[in-house]
Nanobody
């Protein structure tokens, strides 16, 4: 069974750092873009950062300069290094990946179960 499993969330004080990890497992033929989204209570899920298979990155304006996304294609993992965390970064963070399970099928969206990040004042 294909799944994305996040780890690394938790409670941190404002100004602190956390590193999120996400591992894709199962029978996967190819991985396209990977990324991180977040959703706070009562709000829509929003893109935090994304990275293509070639390493091109895209960030939400609110996290530019503070968060860094990276991936290890061999390990099928994506990471999110979060620095200078603010209370407004508090949210559930979801890993996302575009996966192709077999050839010549197309890529489909997969999501992790989410990991809570709480930033205290």
């Amino acid at each position: 069974q294909v799944q994305l499993v996040e780890s690394g969330g938790g409670l941190v004080q404002a100004g602190g750092s956390l590193r999120l990890s996400c591992a894709a497992s199962g029978s996967i033929f190819s991985i396209n873009a990977m990324g991180w989204y977040r959703q706070a209570p009562g709000k829509q899920r929003e893109l935090v950062a994304a990275i293509t298979s070639g390493g091109s990155t895209n960030y939400a304006d609110s996290v530019k300069g503070r968060f860094t996304i990276s991936r290890d294609n061999a390990k099928k993992m994506v990471y999110l290094e979060m620095n200078s965390l603010r209370p407004e970064d508090t949210s559930v963070y979801y890993c996302h990946a575009e996966l192709k399970l077999t050839w010549p099928s197309g890529y489909k969206d997969y999501w992790g179960q989410g990991t809570q990040v709480t930033v205290s004042t």
